[in-house]
């Protein structure tokens, strides 16, 4: 065999085989990252010894040897053998049989896939390291796949890993009630991986089948290692259904060709059937339909009929409703509003539409005003249904469905077109020669805003107070007075200028800070303090912050020097900060024999371009002084469970009442 013949042999036997030599490796070592480069380490033997030797009757029982192998090294390094060696001779004298042994890797293959998407992961990351460990994909690979550089994904996936380890998050299943969520997290992830391969976000194709497939691969081990949870074939179900309209979803330019324009005998029947099949297994298990089995069962609705006109778009917009009492998402909103108007006229589906124009989620969603565009189009307000469409070309990043958008635009005739739109009438109005750079770029930043979402073609004088009122509350809810009543102010000045009705009508100016700076409760920082699992840097970063009152930059700029914990307390320029126990039980292992330079450090090393000052510099461990916009960023999202808005919250909060 051809050396690029055996090389791509053991690619396709590693893609196959890496989830259950990495999940096998990730028990005996309790380390992904390690696990992981012990199979690489069995890759790497079998891209030198098969081009000579031949591959194996069984590449992935060979694979697994060699990692395994190379794992007992590791712990007999790690002087760890005494405690391992029992087990590993209790292992040799149980010999399992085939059935166990299989059963043995598909529970450590089931718990790597809990940990790859284990919630303390962001998104991004969860999706990086699941499709690096469960699916055998390289860095570059994944890179491509996103269409971002290799060095991205390769960060994501370092960060995941190093988040893992710091946490400590055991290699084993979750007990009780924390199973369901963290499947649900499992469940979540897979199905991102299929959305973005079934609708890429960016790029110049509107597919890219790669993910689809990898996704629909993960879904199917899953439902192989836990055929007890309904929801799992209902995924399975879902994203069977949906693969199989992948060659009737595209023209022959590659644009998009909507589900009731599509070829229905172009529907893969074999994936149609695998989706049904899936469905009836979701049903036999009896339990209460979760969002994947009601989503499934619309995907079923519409492969059962036989062309769009005999849809059953009532059992549709049923179903759609029963998903939002569990799932009440303002995306699946959007897609009841789709069913609503199929099924009970588009002034219906419009009405929900609207209702949604103020929601947040939906700010920079460009399906929410093609939606919208559809069913103006349908009940003949043209020229409206012509700006969202427009509008909506002008949020996404994926060019084939821009394109697409922005033909179903220029069908449209628009005979009345009088007066300035609100895009030419910001050009003018940020072209005033009285206004200064900062007055210039303030209003720009509202303006900008504004056309955004209502679109650049939007006649001025149509502007009414109650669309602005909806930008405001989907794009500012939040935002503190000072932001707000510059927002408004902008606006007020706009309308002025152009000699409009005052378009801030109901948009009272705020006061004061806003909640957005309120202490935490009680409750709230019992519940933060008490996730042990978190890193101890965070931990020990924001008891401090809570038990000193200092502020987030005076503690930043804590020296290991400065401190002295038998009276708990330091010095920092003219300022002492002082701390009680909860700080104290954590300071000397933040430490760790340390004793100079920044109290709380970055994750790593900076690059040599971007060499701090020395003050900021650990000479022990080469790493910088941790930034205030890091230090904030990590304590948003931990907290985002814990804030209403799912927002987060901002250090500032640590601070105990009253100080």
Known sequence: MPVTDTHRTVDAVFKLESAKIIATLT???????????????????????????????????????????RAVDHIRRSRRLERKQEQLAHDRDEQPGPDSERDHHQDDVLRLMFISCH???????????????????????????????????????????????DARVPFELPPGAELAERLASVLEVIYLIFNEGYAATSGDDLMRPGLTLEALRLGRLLAELAPQEAEVHGLVALMEIQQSRSAARTGPSGEPIPLHEQHRGRWDQLLVRRGFTAMLRAREIGAAPGPYVLQA???????????????????IASLYEALARLLP?????????????????????????????????????????????????????????????ERAAQLTRNVAERAFLLRRAEEITVTDASGPTLGQAAQAFLKCDDFTTPTVRSYAQTLRRLCRALGEGQPLHAMTAQQVARVFAATWPDAAATTWNRHRSAVRSFCAWADLDDLTVGLERR???????????????????????????????????????????????????DLDLDDRRARTGGTWVSWRSGTSRLLPALLSGRTRGPLFLADRRPAPAR????????????????????????FKRTTKSLAPS???????????RGS
């Open 27 to 69: 028990r005996m070592v309790r380390d992904v990252a390690l696990a992981e480069e012990l199979a690489q380490d069995a890759l790497v033997a079998a891209l030198e010894q098969w081009p000579a030797s031949g591959v194996p009757d069984n590449p992935g029982a060979w694979l697994l040897a060699i990692a395994k192998r």
């Open 511 to 561: 006061t004061g800070s806003g909640h957005a700076t309120r202490p935490l409760s009680r409750t709230q920082l019992d519940a933060l303090f008490g996730r042990t699992e978190l890193p101890l840097r965070e931990r020990t970063l924001w008891w401090l912050l809570h038990e000193s009152g200092a502020g987030v930059t005076t503690v930043l700029s804590l020296n290991v020097e």
């Open 646 to 656: 799912a927002d987060g919250y901002t250090l500032s909060q640590l601070k105990p």
């Open 611 to 634: 060499t701090p000052a020395a003050a900021d510099l650990c000479p022990q461990t080469g790493r910088r002084r941790l930034s205030y916009e890091r230090a904030e960023y990590l």
């Open 329 to 389: 998402t303002p995306v699946v909103q959007l897609n009841r509003a789709v069913a609503l108007a199929h099924a009970h006229g588009p002034q219906r589906g419009l009405d929900l539409v609207d209702s949604l124009t103020s929601d947040p989620a939906l700010r920079d969603y460009h399906l929410l005003p093609g939606v919208r565009g559809d069913l103006l189009l349908r009940l003949g307000r043209s020229a409206e249904a012509r700006r969202e469409f």
């Open 297 to 315: 069962a619309i995907a079923v609705s519409h492969a059962q009929a036989a062309s769009a006109e005999d849809t059953d778009w009532a059992r």
């Open 119 to 165: 919630p303390l992961l962001p998104t991004r990351e969860r999706l990086a390291l699941s499709l690096r460990l469960l699916g055998g994909l390289t860095a570059g690979e994944i890179a491509r796949a996103f269409l971002t550089d290799e060095q991205t994904i390769a960060q994501r996936i370092a960060a995941a890993k190093r988040t893992l380890a």
